[in-house]
């Protein structure tokens, strides 16, 4: 497996200089409308348990939280949307929270060790990359919970999110197969990480759930933080026939947006609901409720009740809905006439029937031709 470039982290000895508590609001809304998603009313529910242990305790001295990642806050994504769900739940629980970015791969062990050996509480490591070097140091400190999103290690005092991201992208692959005039559509991804390949997978498998001919086509672009590059795959995946692309690439995948405004196709979002990086280009996106998610771990510490397991988390019906699952789709806002009903009507059947379990999108976390 690759690591990210060097040059995405920065010296450890410098990397406090990016920590802080204060950081510029971004506002990567993540609706919770969804009734109206699609005027045809899509509606997602939960398809995959995950469910933090109930409340049953009430901690009484601020909990001290760490958000750590080499992800970088002011990308519109994976790390603005961590962010973001960090600094509504400090207001929420009057948290100490530390929030540290842009972490550079072999500097993710020592940070570890150094937030823990501070007396965190919490430790969200946010990133999959964080799984191992999250096993190694907990051992050493057992008081101190930690939990990886998106990865797929556990212990005793080490939980892990790995969200069925593949059950959106599925939804996403579907829906630009029945529109596509091409027959061919694209992606772009920052690594071959297994959670990313599992997005593109499901992308994949519903795109040929409508057209088992259609030609997926995609490049892996080796860094998460060049806006540049992500133009560069979009243009090329785009004048080689694709008239929709979507992006797990992070600050790269702006990149991807902007290489489809300019040529006049279609782009989905990943992670965050990005309409507004282009309103007329991205058609929907598929969002992640981090702030749920983190507020499930947050609760068990609090509770006394952690509990160190792998939680695979689905589909919901719209941001903080009741329930276990943390991705759901976001609305067309003004692009909805520009998708047409029967279309839409397709889209809903196919939601409902991930709902019920009728289909079943598997997780496949190594590529497929």
Request: a negative charge; charged letters at 15%; glycine letters at 10%.
């Amino acid at each position: 497996m690759k690591s990210f470039e060097c040059n995405k982290g920065t010296n450890y000895n410098s990397m406090h200089k990016i920590i802080h508590n204060m950081y510029s609001e971004q506002s990567v809304t993540l609706r919770a409308i969804f009734a109206s998603v699609i005027s045809a009313g899509l509606i997602l529910g939960f398809s995959n348990a995950f469910q933090f242990p109930s409340n049953t305790y009430a901690q009484s001295a601020p909990l001290r939280v760490a958000l750590l990642t080499d992800a970088l806050f002011s990308d519109g994504g994976w790390g603005a949307t961590a962010y973001n769900a960090s600094q509504t739940l400090k207001e929420k629980y009057g948290l100490e929270l530390t929030t540290v970015e842009n972490v550079a791969i072999p500097d993710i062990e020592p940070t570890l060790r150094d937030f823990a050996d501070q007396g965190n509480d919490l430790i969200i490591a946010h990133g999959f990359e964080w799984g191992d070097p999250a096993l190694r140091v907990s051992a050493d400190y057992p008081d101190t919970k930690f939990v990886v999103f998106t990865g797929l290690t556990n212990s005793s005092n080490v939980a892990s999110v790995f969200p069925m991201q593949q059950e959106g992208s599925y939804v996403l692959g579907a829906l630009a197969a029945m529109m596509s005039k091409t027959g061919t559509i694209g992606f772009v991804g920052g690594q071959a990480y297994p959670n990313i390949i599992n997005i593109f997978e499901g992308y994949k498998q519903g795109a040929r759930s409508i057209n088992p001919d259609i030609k997926v086509i995609g490049q892996y672009i080796d860094t998460f933080t060049d806006p540049a590059r992500g133009k560069e795959a979009g243009v090329s995946l785009i004048n080689n026939g694709a008239d929709f692309l979507i992006h797990v690439a992070d600050l790269s995948g702006q990149g991807v947006i902007q290489a489809a405004r300019e040529k006049g196709i279609y782009a989905f979002g990943v992670v965050a609901d990005q309409h507004n990086l282009a309103p007329n280009t991205v058609l929907t996106s598929f969002v992640l409720d981090m702030e749920k998610a983190f507020d499930g771990a947050i609760k068990m510490v609090q509770n006394g009740n952690f509990s160190g397991q792998l939680y695979k988390p689905g589909l919901e019906s719209a941001k903080g809905a009741s329930g276990d699952g943390i991705v759901f789709i976001a609305p067309f806002y003004n692009l909805d006439s520009k998708v047409p009903t029967d279309v839409k009507q397709k889209l809903n059947q196919i939601v409902q029937d991930i709902i019920s379990g009728k289909i079943v999108v598997p997780e496949r976390t190594e590529a497929s031709s």
